[in-house]
C-alpha cells in the first residue's frame, strides 16, 4: 500500500506561480514513476506532467510545457510540480499518483497504482 499526500493548492491570479508537493509513503520500494493529473469540473482526469524514479525523466502535457515543471527528492519520496504563468484554464483538483509498472506509458491513468485525495487549483483572471 502507498498513501499520497498532496499540498499546495490554493487560489492564485492569473500570471501567477504554485508550488504543489506529494509525499509517498508505505511501500514505496516498486515506484517507476510519479505523475500529476488534474481534472476541472464536468471535465475527463487529463495527465499534466511525469517524472520516473530512477533516471528522473521527465514528461509534460502540451498544454503546460514551459510553464510547468516536476521534479523529485528520492529520498524524501516526495514530487513536486511549480507551475508558473498559470492562467485560468489550469483550474482543477490537481492528483498526484504512484506507478509501479516498469516502462510504463506515463500519460496513462490505468498505468498508476496509486492516487492522492487532490489539491485544489484556482486560477482567477
Known amino acids: 500500500q502507498v498513501q499520497l499526500v498532496e499540498s499546495g493548492g490554493g487560489l492564485v491570479q492569473a500570471g501567477g506561480s504554485l508550488r504543489l508537493s506529494c509525499a509517498a509513503s508505505?511501500?514505496?520500494?516498486?515506484?517507476?514513476?510519479m505523475g500529476w493529473f488534474r481534472q476541472a469540473p464536468g471535465k475527463e482526469r487529463d495527465f499534466v506532467a511525469a517524472?520516473?524514479?530512477?533516471?528522473?525523466?521527465?514528461y509534460y502535457a502540451d498544454s503546460v510545457k514551459g510553464r510547468f515543471t516536476i521534479s523529485r527528492d528520492n529520498a524524501k519520496n516526495t514530487v513536486y510540480l511549480q507551475m508558473n504563468s498559470l492562467n485560468p484554464e489550469d483550474t482543477a483538483v490537481y492528483y498526484c499518483?504512484?506507478?509501479?509498472?516498469?516502462?510504463?506509458?506515463?500519460?496513462?491513468?490505468?498505468?498508476?497504482?496509486?492516487w492522492g485525495q487532490g489539491t485544489q487549483v484556482t486560477v482567477s483572471s
Open positions: 499518483a504512484q506507478s509501479p509498472v516498469r516502462r510504463a506509458l506515463v500519460v496513462d491513468t490505468t498505468h498508476y497504482a496509486y
Open positions: 508505505g511501500r514505496t520500494f516498486s515506484t517507476y514513476a
Open positions: 517524472i520516473t524514479w530512477s533516471l528522473g525523466r521527465t
